[in-house]
Every structure is written in structure tokens, then in C-alpha cells.
């Protein structure tokens, strides 16, 4: 089946401006998240949303970040007035629990965004 | 907060060799334990998961892991290494029931095989 998917694969920026990235989680999956890697931080947890109730915001790293997710599937983060250091992979995850056994994380391939 | 600490960033072996990838948390309470392999150009994949029970997981590609709740560790282990095992390792923990939170990641360990 399909899996999650990312887009734009890439995004080149001017700093100041702001930028969404989108994620469409696996069919079906009640959970999305967000996380972001880049080299002096690793992967940083973001944002979670799981089915209808208030996402988790404790990850995100300041207020110009942001992010929704309509009907329960497709995600949106938005980043104003980025910054250079806002450069990084943005990687999304879905999941949903398999036979009661507990939630597994599958991965998209990510956006890597560049801030000029 | 929970962190996880990976203590060899880099790791070059040969062929056939044993691997053990050291995996440390910290957090009181109960735990989700995670190992996810990124390889060349591939994303995030998930290699093996603890929830309960049995403290020795076996996951894909002849990879296992042990849980030590008493060392708060989370070892990654593989008895004989293919160069096709060369590749980013994440140990990962969520504290929710189930783990259905966000995931705390270490810093990784490279791992490079030699032919």
C-alpha cells in the first residue's frame, strides 16, 4: 500500500519568507507527526496530532512554527519569517495502533528546506 | 522530559563481524523502547520495538535488542554484520501507553561496513 508522503521533496528559500510543507499520512493511520533532523540538532520532535483532539505542541521551537491537519489526514507546517537556522529535513510520520499492540511510526521521505 | 544518550556516533566493522549499538534512556517511568535504520537516501524505517513483555525483541533483518530496565538500557545487537547493513542508527523511546506520543531520538550511530 501506499505510505506517507511528502511535498515538496525540496524547498529553496529567502529568509523572511514563510513556507508550508505537506504530509499525507497512510489511509486510515489516526495519529500524524511531525519532526524535523538536521545535523547540529539530530531529529527533533514537533508536533502530534492524534485523531480529533489538541495536538501536542510541546516540540515546536518557537511560535512562528505551526501546523494543522484538516479532516483527521492531510498535515500542513507552516514556518514564517524563516530563518537559516530553520534549514533541516521536516519528516512526517503516521501511525495507528495494529491489533491493539501499540503504535508504530511509519516515515515519510521528507522535505528538505534551505533558507538562503 | 525523557532523553536518550547512543554512545558511539561512528562505527566501522568489517564483514561477518558481531555489532552491538549502545542504547541508554532517561526517564522514571514506563517506557517505549524503538530502533529505526535511515539508509542512503532511504527514509526512517522501523527495525525493532519494546512495549512489555518479553525483554528480548527480534526484529527485521536478523537484528534483536534488549531491554535492562535496571541499566535503562536498550542494546542493539546483530551477530553477524553485511555490508548492506551500512546505515544511520536511531534508538527512540515515547512514554505514553501504548506509544502513541512523539518519539525522543538519540543523536544516532553511523554505522559503516567494510567488504
Known amino acids: 500500500g501506499a505510505g506517507v508522503s511528502q511535498s515538496p521533496s525540496n524547498k529553496v528559500t529567502e529568509k523572511g519568507k514563510d513556507v508550508e510543507l505537506r504530509c499525507d499520512p497512510i489511509?486510515?493511520?489516526?495519529?500524524l507527526y511531525w519532526y524535523r533532523q538536521s545535523l547540529g540538532q539530530g531529529l527533533e520532535f514537533l508536533i502530534y496530532f492524534q485523531g480529533n483532539s489538541a495536538p501536542d505542541k510541546s516540540g515546536l521551537p518557537s511560535d512562528r512554527f505551526s501546523a494543522e491537519r484538516t479532516g483527521g489526514s492531510v498535515s500542513t507546517l507552516t514556518i514564517q519569517r524563516t530563518q537559516q537556522e530553520d534549514s533541516a529535513v521536516y519528516l512526517c510520520?503516521?501511525?495507528?495502533?495494529?491489533?491493539?499492540?501499540?503504535?508504530?511510526?511509519?516515515f515519510g521521505p521528507g522535505t528538505r528546506l534551505t533558507v538562503t | 522530559a525523557q532523553s536518550v544518550s547512543q554512545h558511539n556516533h561512528h562505527v566501522i566493522l568489517s564483514e561477518a563481524a558481531s555489532l552491538e549499538l549502545g542504547c541508554n534512556y532517561s526517564?522514571?517511568?514506563?517506557?517505549?523502547l524503538f530502533w529505526y535504520v535511515q539508509y542512503p537516501g532511504q527514509h526512517l524505517q522501523l527495525l525493532l520495538k519494546y512495549f512489555s513483555g518479553d525483554p528480548l525483541v527480534k526484529g527485521i533483518k536478523g537484528f534483536e535488542a534488549e531491554f535492562i530496565k535496571s541499566k535503562f538500557s536498550f542494546n542493539l545487537r546483530k551477530p553477524s554484520v553485511q555490508w548492506s547493513d551500512t546505515a544511520e542508527y536511531f534508538c527512540a523511546v515515547n512514554v505514553m501507553r501504548g506509544g502513541a506520543d512523539g518519539l525522543t531520538f538519540g543523536k544516532g550511530t553511523h554505522l559503516i561496513i567494510q567488504p
Open positions: 489511509s486510515g493511520h489516526t495519529a
Open positions: 526517564y522514571g517511568g514506563t517506557v517505549n
Open positions: 510520520a503516521s501511525s495507528s495502533t495494529r491489533g491493539g499492540l501499540g503504535y508504530e511510526q511509519y
